[in-house]
T-cell receptor, first 114, second 115 residues
Framework: GNSVTQMEGPVTLSEEAFLTINCTYT??????LFWYVQYPGEGLQLLLK?????DKGSNKGFEATYRKETTSFHLEKGSVQVSDSAVYFC?????????????FGKGTKLSVIP | DTEVTQTPKHLVMGMTNKKSLKCEQH?????MYWYKQKAKKPPELMFV???????INESVPSRFSPECPNSSLLNLHLHALQPEDSALYLC??????????????FGEGSRLTVL
């Protein structure tokens, strides 16, 4: 079956530091890959996505590249802000019977301190 | 309109109560989902409706009863819940299979407390 492994943290960084959250996956076929973010007390928001190998997703200064050869989708940001403090989930999406099945990683809690 | 709207945002209920969670989307999506999320965990899939028919039930106890009255609405009826059912319940929607990129759009969630 499908699985997603991401570094679990928590991760604490100072403002303007560089961020990497590692994510690797196991899947049959060619899934789409996603990073979702969950701010305290809120639902999940899509941060970025990539639908095929070598695609780079980007949004709000965050980037991740779909690497088929290493089955990875690592999240990076060059300079984090306090407002980036949240839980980040890596996920893959597999099509099934008229809908999509998301497989989530366990989540990484990021805290950014001033 | 790219929103999934859930009501209520917070719900407190006793173990003998009957209540419902509601979810609405107007993006023309044909698949809708209920997830349960406990603190510090990823969301866990409960139910999937595809084209208004229940297509996936992840062995959820019968005290949770989903309903999809039409393609825009999804309900979750709650009855005789247990304190361990306290969690954030997330609704999501997506395009039907083969129509989209696999992205699910999530609502803000309904935070349920069972006393």
């Amino acid at each position: 079956g499908n699985s997603v492994t991401q570094m679990e943290g928590p991760v604490t960084l100072s403002e303007e530091a560089f961020l990497t959250i590692n994510c690797t996956y196991t899947a049959t076929g060619y899934p789409s890959l996603f990073w979702y973010v969950q701010y305290p007390g809120e639902g999940l928001q899509l941060l970025l996505k990539a639908t095929k190998a070598d695609d780079k997703g980007s949004n709000k200064g965050f980037e991740a590249t779909y690497r088929k050869e290493t089955t990875s989708f690592h999240l990076e940001k060059g300079s984090v802000q306090v407002s980036d403090s949240a839980v980040y989930f890596c996920a893959l999406s597999d099509q099934t019977a008229g809908s999509y099945q998301l497989t989530f990683g366990k989540g990484t809690k990021l805290s950014v301190i001033p | 309109d790219t929103e999934v709207t859930q009501t209520p945002k917070h719900l407190v209920m006793g173990m003998t109560n009957k209540k419902s969670l509601k979810c609405e989307q107007h993006m023309g999506h044909r698949a809708m989902y209920w997830y349960k999320q406990k603190a510090k965990k990823p969301p866990e899939l409960m139910f999937v409706y595809s084209y208004e028919k229940l297509s996936i039930n992840e062995s959820v106890p019968s005290r949770f009863s989903p309903e999809c009255p039409n393609s825009s609405l999804l309900n979750l009826h709650l009855h005789a819940l247990q304190p361990e059912d306290s969690a954030l319940y997330l609704c999501a929607s997506s395009q039907g299979g083969q129509e989209g990129t696999g992205e699910l759009f999530f609502g803000e969630g309904s935070r349920l407390t069972v006393l």
